[in-house]
């Protein structure tokens, strides 16, 4: 954010952890820099072609929503007050790097738990549960998803070969009440999130016939 006292306050986007059973908040990781772009698709989870003609025009659930953003993260301000700044001088963006990664992985520790059952000759393991993932871009769009996609360019380092500039390109995909249940945490997070939609849409002008070059549905 800028200096001068008339610059205004910028929101970043970023990603939040839930804990999956309490919904407590487990690690709030806010982006160094907003994306340029945000790039989004929508599967229509219409009734299979080939079904009944009255089902034509049923929707089975929420569309499958993706997401792909690229963020930047770079080490030049913080190496600038390195006084303040000691993990960067010795660590560059290592550990911002390392904190979008382990969204990815399974905790060290129940993977560890698991082997070592197994050792003891469990026939059933589950697998691993992660933290439930929400990815907020401003207060209109606060919604769980699940990483699908995860490439980092490091473009830049210091003399101990640390990383101080990278681009990291997250892809993302919604996870809906159909695939979190309505009574979760997740699923109503999805529901708000689909009903600010809705709002949004309430606000935009309706068209005319007129504009479309007809008077009206024949």
Do not use: C
């Not at 299979?48 to 929707?59: F, I, Q, V, Y």
């Not at 871009?137 to 998803?145: F, H």
């Not at 529901?191 to 600010?196: I, N, V």
């Amino acid at each position: 954010m800028s200096g001068f006292p008339n610059s205004p306050y910028i929101l970043k986007g970023g990603i939040v952890l839930l804990d999956p059973t309490t919904a407590q908040a487990q690690r709030i990781i806010v982006l160094q820099y907003n994306p340029d772009t945000l790039t989004r698709s929508l599967q229509v989870q219409a009734v299979a072609e080939g079904s009944d003609r009255s089902e034509a025009l049923r929707l089975k659930g929420p569309p499958v929503e993706t997401f792909k953003v690229e963020a930047e993260i770079d080490a030049t301000d913080q190496l600038e007050e390195s006084k303040n700044n000691r993990a960067t001088v010795d660590y560059g963006i290592h550990p911002q790097i390392s904190v979008l990664e382990s969204i990815v992985y399974p905790k060290s520790t129940e993977a560890q738990t698991n082997f070592t059952l197994a050792q003891l000759g469990t026939l059933e393991i589950m697998p691993m549960e992660a933290p439930l993932t929400l990815f907020v871009w401003s207060s209109k769009r606060i919604l769980p998803v699940r990483l699908t996609e995860f490439s980092v360019t490091e473009e830049a380092f210091d003399t101990k070969l640390n990383p101080i500039r990278a681009k990291v390109s997250l892809g993302m995909r919604a996870l809906s009440y159909d695939d979190l249940g309505f009574s979760t945490k997740g699923g109503s997070l999805f529901l708000a999130y689909q009903q600010q939609k809705e709002r949004m849409a309430a606000l935009s002008k309706n068209g005319a016939f007129g504009a479309l070059g007809i008077g009206g549905i024949p």
